[in-house]
């Protein structure tokens, strides 16, 4: 093991996460979780979605508190404006994640952060949700996020946290690779 | 019921080596040298994998000088140089022919399980009852193929790199190579060279420079101990044993090959395939990030190699430090590929191998398939391996790391079977 003189506090609990996987490698079946989000149609394209429940660990959990998400589109699509776009929630996704594991590899590195910010932006081209070209996709052509980090630590190494934060990422999995979406209707 | 295997009574000897590769040779000698009797068993003949499954233009990875087992060494006159697949086979033959190994070739094992102390090994040529097994049968017997690649659609021929032999044998048209690693790349770059469009998909990968500061990366990773790092030395063995190969080729030319060699070349590069879908295989979005990790852990690999070099006292300088180019990745690599447009007639899966121990009823497999070992020692009394990535040290699959692995199981194995007096003592003590 490495000897660190240096007190780093990202305020992640980097041994509980580390003998979470080593617990989980001996009990792989734990390790299976499931989340949930539930969605009312308000009005419009105006929805309201709840967080709550969850599944892990071999039973069901519960966050805190029940969070609660409001999605809407802007007034130039003709809407109330109630929230954020649901694409716009893909982008909070993936910037959290990303973000959440730099302060995680950053802490097992031993790296002090300072500030961290990532700025998303997802290019689209809304001629593909609005059926106009059907050569064009109805998501993002691409996402671009940008890191600006204050750390104390070279130019090499926090590229090389960024880098281990994007291979360890569930959302940018997601958003980088197909997934399998199965729709059930009960009336 | 094959009551004839059942009712030949097994031959007895106190081990049974699996695997007449540099391996399994390498521990036969060592194991000689403590006089313990054994036996090697070989499916076919010696080098087997080396002889069958391998493509024509493959050379070692690593130069001559450092082609060595126990007792045997490189004697030729291009010590630099890489041996062709011809040339390993020779030596290889040539270390079995000059020791008097206790060899059965054309002898596979079909099952091995628990018997009254120690193993019974059956056979194709009867049973044998042992009290130690060495499993060096080794660590590329199967292609691993993503689930995925039976769905492909029927015109498309796919490929293992064990059925691979040169791109006279591919459909004409466009080909596909999965596959970053060393096999993906040769066999990428080998069939761009006959004139054909490829394409090459590519995960994470590890990157290396054929050469560095005028030496072979070789001389390199051997002088500044690398090789040598223990696997109670690494911080997570079990990840850096599922590493790819490094993207190494052996040429007379002491080249390079690299991503952007191949994008030089031609070569499309896109992301890990990632799914297939109505006949069109999706690529991840993943392939600047898996490119950046190579790049800075390259940067890192030299960094550790200019660092040893500065605290050494070299009496000539070597040439100074450079750095190759960051790997070049288009602004928007493509994320599908529609299968039924003719653009390629076949997809070469250089995704990987793994050990086939579908012989073996001894329960020490991990929930992956794999053997539980420490070092080479398995999970049950008298178990051991030979010839696994990063058995013992960084380079137990290279084969001149073999030596040092045969002589400590070798002396494992000895106090075991008490046959060791010395090694009794201290086991005892």
Known sequence: MNMYTKIVDNGVNVPALLAARESLTEAPEAARFRWRATCNWMNGTHCHSLVEQFYGLGKEQSHKRCFSFDADHPEIFAAEDAGATPVEYVLVGLASCLTAGVASVAQHRNIQLNTVRATVEGDMDIQGILGIDRDVRNGYQRIKVTFEIDADASREDIEAVVAQSQKRSAVYDIVTNPTQVDVEVRV | MKTRQLQTPPRRVSAVIIGAGQAGLATSHCLSERSIDHVVLERGEVANSWRRE?????????????????????????????????????????????????????????????????????TDRGPWQCRCLVIASGAFNTPVVPELAAALPGDIHSLTPQQYRNPGQLADGGVLVVGAAATGLQIADEIRRSGRQVILAAGEHVRMPRTYRGRDIMHWMHA??????????????????????????????????????????????????????SGRLQFSGSLGNVAKLADLKLDRLLSAIDLWIEAADLGAQPELPERPE?????????????????????????????PDYTWLNVPVLDRKGLIRHEGGVADAPGLYLMGLPFMRRRKSSFLFG????????????????????????????
Do not use: C
């Open chain 2, 402 to 429: 073999v030596e040092d692995d045969a002589r400590a199981i070798s002396e494992h194995l000895a106090a075991y079977v008490g046959a060791d007096r010395e090694a009794r003592r201290r086991v005892y003590a």
């Open chain 2, 224 to 277: 500044t101990g690398m090789l040598d790092e223990r696997y109670d030395q690494v911080d997570d063995i079990r990840r850096v044993r599922k590493l790819p190969s490094p993207q190494l080729i052996g040429t007379p030319q002491k080249a390079t090959l690299d991503l952007n060699v191949l994008t030089d070349r031609g070569v499309q590069l896109v992301g890990r395939v990632a799914g297939l879908s």
């Open chain 2, 54 to 122: 391998r493509w024509d233009s493959l050379r070692l990875l690593t130069p001559n000088w450092q082609s060595r087992l126990p007792g045997h060494t490189y004697e030729g006159d291009d010590p630099d140089g890489f041996m062709t697949m011809p040339e390993v086979i020779d030596f290889i033959g040539g270390y079995a022919a000059r020791f008097e190994v206790p060899l059965h070739t054309h002898t596979r094992v079909t099952e091995v399980h628990a018997a009254a102390d120690g193993y019974r090994v059956m």
């Open chain 2, 326 to 354: 960051p790997t070049r990745i288009s602004a928007s690599p493509r994320l599908e590929l529609d299968l039924r447009s003719g653009e390629i007639r076949t997809v070469v899966w250089a995704t990987g191998f793994r």
